[in-house]
Nanobody, 125 residues
Framework: DVQLVESGGGSVQEGGSLRLSCAAS????????FGWFRQAPAKKREGIGY????????TYEDSVKGRFTISRDSAKNIVYLQIDSLKPEDTAMYYC???????????????????WGQGTQVTVS
């Protein structure tokens, strides 16, 4: 099985930055597609972005474009989410998800992923 572990969350002041990591381990065959999602209290899960198996395709939800950057280190099986200019409305639990290609570029498509991490909390004040 594949295990995903997110890290890097924390409590930061508005305007600050964080880099979240999603480390993948287990039976990883080839390269996976990854998605980032977040869920704030009492709100629906929201898709943030997607990165394809070779990192050449990256898509973002419109509201985070310009502040969020997704990247990956395939050799280490780690995917990153850099968040800049943090706002209080970014407060949420952040999750990464992964699955084998082919994958949809649609950042909202959570159902395509069979593997999920436990999440890392980001709190902005």
């Amino acid at each position: 099985d594949v295990q995903l572990v997110e890290s890097g969350g924390g409590s930061v002041q508005e305007g600050g930055s964080l880099r979240l990591s999603c480390a993948a381990s287990g039976n990883i065959y080839g390269t996976y597609c990854f998605g980032w999602f977040r869920q704030a209290p009492a709100k629906k899960r929201e898709g943030i972005g997607y990165i394809g198996k070779d990192g050449s395709t990256i898509t973002y939800e419109d509201s985070v474009k310009g502040r969020f950057t997704i990247s990956r280190d395939s050799a280490k099986n780690i995917v990153y989410l850099q968040i800049d200019s943090l706002k209080p409305e970014d407060t949420a639990m952040y999750y990464c998800a992964a699955d084998v290609p082919p994958c949809s570029y649609d950042v909202r498509d959570a159902y395509q992923y069979n593997h999920w991490g436990q999440g890392t909390q980001v709190t902005v004040s």
